[in-house]
């Protein structure tokens, strides 16, 4: 299966990407956990594409491309889950092309539905149970910056799958059983129709 999970940050993407891979064997493939390892270092990109992050702001389409390319191609045939790409319409017309060249087309796009007051509150708790550790972009200010990089770029996206007829929504404000048991019909009646 070759997924997207689509969603506002603090939706719960990355918890059920994780989940489902794991229970069907998929690779899970997520640009901010890649971001965050590939700038770990001290050289000055690495540097500036920290501070991108840590405001909220996007990384610029061309790189992230080239970053996620070569996962993508490695996961082609056990099948993944992609998780925070793409994020904009560029980002998602350069996947198209990469999976015309493989000849892997997506299977479903699953969009997180869930209202901006509980996102904030989502965040606010996945900062605070983290405590030192706490991701620095999940702070009251950047928050908002991530919600609006979101509306602009990111929304966009729903329309985009929903016109290829891909696009499947699930409500993302069940407890994390109840929106993989929805993910789960969803793909179940993927495979059944396939
Ligand atoms: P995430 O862990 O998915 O919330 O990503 C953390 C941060 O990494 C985002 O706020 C962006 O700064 C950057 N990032 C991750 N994925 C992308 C992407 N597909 N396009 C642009 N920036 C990204």
């Known amino acids: 299966m070759r997924l997207i999970f689509l969603g506002p ?3 719960g993407k990355g918890t059920q990407a994780a989940r489902i891979a ?3 064997g998929l690779a899970h493939l997520a640009t901010g956990d890649m971001l965050r390892a590939a700038t770990a270092g001290d050289s000055p ?3 500036k594409a920290r501070a991108i992050m840590a405001s909220g702001g996007l ?3 061309e790189m992230i491309i080239e970053l996620i390319s070569a996962p993508v191609s490695g996961a082609k ?3 993944f889950i992609l998780d925070g790409f793409p994020r904009t319409v560029p980002q998602a017309e350069a996947l198209d092309k990469l999976l015309a060249a493989l ?5 479903a796009v699953i969009a997180f539905d ?4 509980a996102i904030r509150q989502r965040i ?8 030192q550790h706490a991701r620095e972009d999940d702070r009251q200010e950047v928050i908002t910056r991530r919600m609006a990089e979101y509306r602009r770029h990111t929304q966009p996206l729903r329309d985009y799958y929903q016109a290829k007829g891909l696009l499947r929504p699930v409500d993302a404000a069940g407890t994390v059983e109840q929106v993989s048991a929805e993910i789960e019909e969803i793909l179940a009646e993927k495979v059944l129709t396939a």
């Open 9 to 11: 940050p603090g939706a």
């Open 22 to 24: 794991e229970k069907h």
């Open 45 to 47: 990109l690495s540097e």
């Open 59 to 61: 990384l610029p389409d």
């Open 77 to 79: 045939t056990t099948g």
């Open 103 to 107: 000849n892997a087309p997506l299977e």
């Open 114 to 117: 869930l209202d901006e007051k």
């Open 124 to 131: 606010i708790g996945r900062g605070s149970e983290a405590g």
